[in-house]
């Protein structure tokens, strides 16, 4: 490095270089100038100077610096590196790998470089690439104990767990015999049992087994010795053994659910869907009984059995695991039951339980057969407890009495509110839920949680200013915005995108979706540290997990909402092009051209002002940045488009959709909204094939699905109504239609009116399946749309007697009632049937806003009258709002004895 | 009346008391508003605030049940007595001791602040209240006319606490 230079220089050089290492940027940076003032063209000297500038943030001369530096000495291997190191500081991984490999042609050895390469090739899982590195890493440097880890790693993650075990063996067999010494014994021991884990993988049972005996002594995390032991000895059906492992797991962990299913496992007591015979389930009981008996702290051991238990051993079992629960007051019991109610049968038995419950606390005060009496706070729990179950059979009215009961009793408890606030949101009234949410919040203004709950009904119920000013209470520093962001507090960004979408104001809704695709990017780049941090520590179990979760990142249901959302907004965007980009033009053409030139002056003025005014402030971060060196500061350039209004101005809307849409093909293939979307997409692109593709993964995932009938009809009715083929493609599209066709079973010997019309007798009771055959119908046949309203308004709301519920439930849910609400107006434009399907609903749902129903706050005012008026900070306004609904809640005015102290 | 009563052992374990700030204010206005048909107003909250640990509320296993509200004022002389605004206990929690717990610790800390004079006002008609004041040595000292605005018997009695003051006995 620096070779060509005169020793002065090249000592300055070396400054440079350490200088870089140490941060020290500003002394590099003098160095190299010094250099460059002798020899200005110096490729090296100006590499590394724009390197160093890099770090300082002066990206445009970085780069600057680095090319020329590059063709002043395209010879150099540090010059590629240099500009390698720059890509990869701007995540530009591609452009840095082939920057790398130029480098590694003029120095094949350099082991820096090959480092580098590695993390970038496994970052970007070029896995055979990688092999390949950490194997001439390996050669380079054998006495490297990274590497050769970092070679099984690498092997491992190329799907060849099996050669990972016989490297990972020779490496110990280049170990000393009293290896590990006293300060490496945990890395050592974490190597053996990846070793381990690699044989299970591998399916290498018995020669598994027989490590862990052999090494058993140098695995440090004796409890992930025993697990996995406990695995491999129940893959190998040795029972028995298991059995025994897994009850001293127990003894250590009594609630660790994993090892009960392992315990049932050995016994022959296990099945996936929980379906038993009833031998089995009496000897479960036996079992669960004899461990009780042993763990009387275990709340998994009394929690478990109802969930095999049924009819009245379900019931004597659930009476006592709730019995002391309610008297002790524990708010989540609900949830803890809630599975329960996915089991045929078990929700009429629990619903019978409690009201008995309930009955005989109110009239003796103990529980049933007890002489016990139980604390005064037991009636309100077991109130708070029917009032959940009520909401989850949704049966709003009863669920809000029993509520409403418990809070005249007590109503100092939070969780009331809370509850009731979601019954009511259940119930359809949104804004009613967002007030007693904020009622909630406000009875303890120190609890993040009921904050965010309080925001999240506020987004829920569209009321966005207001959930930002109660988000930011529990922000540092009142720049709320972006620290959301920082936080990549994405439930808040998805909720806040969502409201935007729904009041049509695409820009904020995309600029909220983007930011959470944003932040799964960050969380992409954020492994990137660990490739040689864990390799380095040996945590390498943890590692391989983390990488395989990495590889399944985008499938979380966050970055799905965020991509179905940006989706969306394209699509519409791609609809009514007009609405954002002449919203502004509209503004404009109304002055005359003298006015529109200084406007649009104006305007430019504006932008460059706020930009000056964001690179001020990042030069003022990086140079405080800097100075405070312990503290990381993230320069943060001003917002130049908070209203998200630059998004809107994309050329073409259903390109960028696409880029989302292949995210969600490829990581949530398994769901339908994957699928419509793409169909929505591809017929406005006209991409007839890959439209038809959707179609059919969506046959294949739920034929029944009415989206799915939907976009079948629509496919072939659409491709029907094209002109005849003429050109070469268009032809070939048409044959591959004709040939496929047939294959279609629905439609196999069918018209797709025969198809409509079956698929409707197929699923003549269910009423969003009526609704999709009505509208197909409709598509079909324009001139049967009475015949088609009919069909929908025909539907029944049978209520569903007997086999699960005490009281007749409604089956319609109340969101397929306002879709069908919107087919009615939207789609078929018929304002009669539309407002005769409102009043009918709004008898269903007597709480839903949306239809206007009898106990909404739409139409009670007392509550409506605070939802519009905005708290000045946040806290005192809203809480003389709310000391009217507190007093209208708590309510019933005591009567004079109540006075009485005592 | 009532205390040590009935659940009173089983309860007394359970009570604990914790103070007043402005995040959780909101749990004693919920209370007057179950308990007392006055509505208070801003100052009530403020000078039960600034009171600091004279004002307490009681917890029943964690539940919010019962609170004390006082105000400190000063008398001519400088002295400084205590004002028992409101004291009250949810309906279903009573004959618990909580009550009891709470003047309890008024009392308590009164007299590790060498603070001697304790008043607080009752309706003239609620027998209850006066009977459970002078189980803690209170007296009516006074009766005041058309004290109450909208409710009756409008008229109240002052209970005040006489103590012993104990003269320094050296």
């Known amino acids: 490095m620096g070779s060509s230079l005169p020793p002065k220089e090249a000592n300055l050089f070396k400054v440079i270089v350490k200088s870089y290492e140490t941060k020290q940027y500003k002394k590099g940076l003098k160095a190299a100038d010094a250099i460059l003032k002798k020899f200005p063209e110096h490729g090296e000297t100006l590499s590394m100077k724009g390197l160093t500038l890099n770090c300082m943030d002066r990206k445009s001369e970085a780069y600057e610096l680095v090319r020329r530096g590059l063709k002043n000495d395209l010879k150099s291997h540090v010059c590629w590196h240099v500009y390698g190191l720059l890509y990869r500081s701007d995540r530009e991984y591609r452009e840095a790998i082939k920057c790398y490999r130029n480098a590694l042609k003029i120095d094949p050895d350099n082991i820096e470089i090959l480092r580098d390469l590695s993390l970038l090739q496994v970052q970007m899982r070029d896995l055979t690439g990688f092999v390949e590195t950490r194997q001439q890493l390996l050669s380079l440097k054998p006495n490297h104990r990274m590497n050769w880890i970092g070679f099984a790693v690498a092997h491992h993650l190329n799907s060849n767990a099996l050669k990972a075990v016989d490297i990972l063996e020779a490496y110990e067999g280049t170990l000393e015999d009293d290896y590990p010494p006293e300060n490496e014994h945990y890395e050592h021991g974490e190597m053996l049992l990846y070793k381990i884990s690699l044989l299970e993988e591998c399916g290498l049972l018995d020669r598994a087994l027989e490590e862990m005996h052999r090494k058993e002594a140098k695995i440090v995390d004796k409890l992930a010795f025993k697990e996995q032991m406990a695995s491999i000895v129940l893959k190998l059906g040795r029972f028995e053994e298991g059995e025994k492992i897994y009850r001293s797991l127990l003894f250590m962990n009594s609630d660790n659910y994993r090892y009960f299913i392992g315990l049932q496992k050995c016994l022959g007591l296990y099945s996936e869907k929980g379906e038993y015979t009833s031998d089995e389930i009496e000897r479960l009981d036996a079992l669960y009984k004899s461990l009780r008996e042993q763990y009387s702290w275990s709340s998994a051991i009394k929690r478990i059995p109802l969930d095999f238990l049924e009819g009245d051993k379900f019931r004597e079992a659930a009476d006592n695991y709730v019995r002391p629960l309610l008297t002790k007051g524990v708010p989540s019991l609900f949830s803890d039951l809630s599975p329960l109610y996915e089991q045929n049968g078990k929700a009429a038995i629990l619903e019978q339980l409690f009201l008995h419950l309930e009955h005989s606390i109110k009239s003796t005060g103990c529980f049933p057969g007890s002489s016990k009496k139980e604390p005064p706070s037991t009636i309100m729990w077991t109130l708070f407890l029917v009032s959940q179950h009520y909401d989850r059979r949704g049966q709003y009215s009863l669920a809000l009495a029993k509520i409403d009961e418990a809070i005249e009793h007590t109503p100092t408890v939070i969780d009331l509110y809370s509850i009731k606030g979601r019954i009511l949101e259940n119930a359809g009234d949104l804004p009613a839920a967002a007030d007693l949410a904020d009622e909630a919040r406000s009875m303890d203004l120190a609890d993040r949680y009921l904050n965010s709950e309080c925001v999240m009904h506020m987004l829920q119920a569209d009321q966005v200013g207001l959930a930002e000013k109660t988000a930011v209470l529990f922000t540092k520093d009142g720049d709320q915005h972006n620290n959301l962001h920082d936080m990549q507090c994405m439930w808040y960004e998805l909720a806040s995108g969502e409201s935007y979408f729904r009041q049509g104001d695409l820009g904020r809704a995309l600029k909220n979706y983007l930011a959470v695709e944003k932040h799964y990017s960050d969380m992409t780049e954020d492994q990137f540290d660990f490739h040689s941090y864990c390799l380095r520590k040996m945590t390498l179990r943890a590692y391989v997990s983390m990488l395989k979760f990495q590889n399944q990142l985008h499938s979380h249901e966050y970055f799905h909402k965020a991509a179905v959302g940006a989706i969306r907004c394209y699509i519409k965007l791609h609809d009514f092009p007009s609405k954002s980009v002449t919203e502004e033009g509209d503004e404009m053409s109304q002055l005359p051209p003298s006015q529109r030139k200084k406007m649009r002056q104006k305007q430019k003025k504006a932008e460059a002002r706020a930009k000056k005014e964001a690179e001020e402030r990042n030069e003022e971060d990086t140079t405080s940045g800097t100075s405070k060196s312990g503290k990381r500061q993230n320069s943060r350039p001003v917002d130049l488009d908070p209203h998200g209004k630059k998004l809107l101005q994309v050329e073409v809307p259903l390109l960028e959709a696409t880029k989302y849409l292949k995210l969600l093909q490829s990581n949530s293939a398994k769901s339908l909204e994957t699928h419509i979307l793409s169909f929505e997409v591809n017929m406005r692109k006209q991409k007839i094939l890959l439209a038809f593709q959707a179609v059919n993964h969506l046959l294949k995932l739920n034929e029944n699905n009415p989206d799915c009938h939907w976009c079948l009809i629509k496919f072939f009715h659409k491709v029907s109504s094209l002109t005849s083929p003429e050109t070469d493609s268009e032809k070939l599209v048409w044959n591959v239609l004709v040939a496929e066709r047939p294959h279609i079973s629905q439609l196999s010997g069918k018209s797709l009116i025969e198809a409509n019309q079956s698929f409707l007798e197929k699923h003549k009771d269910s009423l969003m399946h009526r609704a999709a055959a009505a509208e197909m119908l409709y598509v079909l046949e324009p001139d049967k749309k009475l015949d088609a309203i009919m069909l929908i308004e025909d539907s029944k709301n049978t209520q569903a007697m007997g086999n699960d519920a005490l009281v007749p439930v409604n089956i319609w849910k109340l969101e397929d009632c306002i879709a069908v609400h919107k087919l009615l107006e939207d789609v078929f434009k018929d304002h009669g049937s539309a407002s005769r399907w409102g009043a009918r609903c709004a008898e269903y749902f007597p709480y839903s806003t949306y239809f206007g129903g009898c106990c909404s706050s739409a139409v009670m005012c007392t509550i409506s009258n605070n939802t519009h008026s905005p708290p000045e900070n946040g806290i005192a306004a809203c809480q003389d709002a709310k000391t009217v609904d507190s007093h209208f809640l708590n309510g019933k005015l005591h009567g004079l004895k109540d006075l009485k102290i005592q | ?170």
């Open chain 2, 1 to 170: 009346m009532g205390v040590g009563e009935g659940g009173g052992e089983m309860a007394a374990a359970a009570i604990s008391l914790d103070g007043v700030r402005d995040k959780n204010v909101m749990q004693l206005k919920k209370l007057n508003t179950a308990l007392f048909p006055v509505r208070y107003n801003d100052k009530y909250y403020a000078d039960a605030l600034a009171s600091g640990d004279f004002t307490k509320l009681a917890y029943f296993s964690d539940i919010c049940v019962g609170s004390i509200a006082c105000r400190l004022e000063k008398k001519e002389g400088g002295a400084i007595c205590v004002y028992i605004m409101t004291l009250g206990v949810l309906a279903p929690y009573r004959g618990l001791g909580v009550g009891t717990k709470l003047l309890n610790h008024v009392l308590d800390l009164s007299h590790q602040q060498n603070i001697w004079d304790i008043y607080l006002h009752v309706q003239t008609n609620n027998d209850d209240a006066i009977a459970f004041y002078k189980k803690f040595g209170f007296e009516i000292t006074d009766t005041i006319r058309n004290y109450y605005m909208n409710i009756r018997p409008p008229d109240c009695f002052v209970l005040s606490k006489v103590v012993a003051q104990p003269h320094a006995k050296k």
